[in-house]
């Protein structure tokens, strides 16, 4: 807490919060990946299942 209370002192406000908005979002897209291609795969695994299942 010390250190942010510190870097809003140097640099700004604005600057702080944007580094820090910015670090969640990364954050939060990486999980977003990590998702979108879990559901790649089991889509994936459910056609190889379907067209098993065809032929």
């Known amino acids: 807490m010390e250190g942010v209370i510190q870097a809003i002192s140097t640099v700004g406000f604005p600057i702080v919060a944007f580094l820090l908005i910015f670090w969640k979002f990364d954050k939060s897209l990486g999980l ?4 979108v ?3 790649t795969t089991a889509v994936q695994l459910l056609l190889q299942q379907e067209n098993k299942d065809n032929h």
């Open 37 to 39: 291609n879990n559901n």
């Open 32 to 35: 977003l990946t990590k998702a």
